[in-house]
Structures are given as structure tokens and as C-alpha cells.
């Protein structure tokens, strides 16, 4: 059975500072993908960032980077440089290649102060 | 491009009615996710199809949630009685056959059930 955890319900940082938001998961499968979605306080789901299992490089994009350790599995969100609009829910996702299946973490309150 | 198109936005209804909540995926997507978010118990998937075909239900909390994709551009997520516990957000999700398989989502649907 697939899970995500993510322990941290909130962080605080502060702008211009970088942030790390935890996530670990559970699988079977050795195929899998990992995803990072922000949700602000409007609602949408936007994604972020994508690792797949079997990439040997840590995912970036911008400001977003993932710290991909497979044999802890965990798929930490690193934001750079904050700023005041990063100030969202973060969710970590995982979708298995064998079944399809996606399903997300409980998701962590970012919180970026002046 | 659109997007994932959901309808209604908002529902308010008086327990014991029938609801339906509406989703048109992205063009050329072929999976199909209904969400639903709350704040106890975050974002649970409910059902998931891969081009119109259910392929799991188990997140369905109940016999009185049904969903059903005629074709490859509809899905339809009916909940009937619906009572006041069911209220919340309901999001729709689709995404397309590539090796990542990132999901987009729609704007949900918020349902209140009095």
C-alpha cells in the first residue's frame, strides 16, 4: 500500500530565507513518481515539481527543489528565497506506475513573516 | 486550454437530497481523480479512472457515492442521500498519458450540506 506522511502541520520562515518541508513515503513499487503541489489560501491546486523514482538528479525548478533520497524515502520541497506569496499549503504526492494511483500527504502550512 | 472545468462551484443543499457535482477533463487526458478535501481528514482520493474505466473505488466512503465517466470528455460524481457530514471540497483532477503523470486539477467545488 502506498503512504505519504508529512510531520509538519507549519513552518515559519522568513522572506529571503530558504524553507525545507518534509515529506516521507511508503511503497511497494519500484516505479513511482513524487509531486509537490501548493495550494494558496484561494484554493486552486497548482504543481510545483516532479521527481520520478529512477532519476538519478535531484528535480529543480526556479526556486522549488526536491532533495530526493530514495533509500530514506523521503522527497523533502526546498524553497529558496522565500517570498511573501509562497505563504500557502504544501502537499506531497506520490503516484505509483504499477497501479496509477495518486494519493497526497496531509500537507504542511508554509508561513513566510517580512 | 482550459483546464479542468468542475460544476457547480458552490452547492448548498438540504440533507437527504441528491447531488451532483460535474467534471470535463483537459483534452487528451486520460486519467480522471475526484478528491475530496477536508480538514480532518485532508485530501482523500475517492475514485480514479484511466480512459473512462473505474479502476478504484476503495476511497469512496460509502454506497451513498457513486461516480460515473460516460466518455472521455465527463465524469459525474453523485452523491445520494447526502447528508451534513459529507459537506466539503470536491476536486476533480486529470492528467495525461506521460511517463510523469502529474495531475491537474480543477477549481472544486465547495459543498455544503445543511
Known sequence: AQKITQTQPGMFVQEKEAVTLDCTYDTSDQSYGLFWYKQPSSGEMIFLIYQGSYDEQNATEGRYSLNFQKARKSANLVISASQLGDSAMYFCAMRSYNTDKLIFGTGTRLQVFP | ?114
Open chain 2, 1 to 114: 486550454d482550459a483546464g479542468v472545468i468542475q460544476s457547480p462551484r458552490h452547492e448548498v443543499t438540504e440533507m437527504g437530497q441528491e447531488v451532483t457535482l460535474r467534471c470535463k477533463p483537459i483534452s487528451g487526458h486520460n486519467s480522471l481523480f475526484w478528491y475530496r478535501q477536508t480538514m480532518m481528514r485532508g485530501l482523500e482520493l475517492l475514485i480514479y479512472f484511466n480512459n473512462n474505466v473505474p479502476i478504484d473505488d476503495s476511497g469512496m466512503p460509502e454506497d451513498r457515492f457513486s461516480a460515473k465517466m460516460p466518455n472521455a470528455s465527463f465524469s459525474t460524481l453523485k452523491i445520494q442521500p447526502s447528508e451534513p457530514r459529507d459537506s466539503a471540497v470536491y476536486f476533480c483532477a486529470s492528467s495525461p498519458p506521460s511517463n510523469r503523470g502529474e495531475a491537474f486539477f480543477g477549481q472544486g467545488t465547495r459543498l455544503t450540506v445543511v
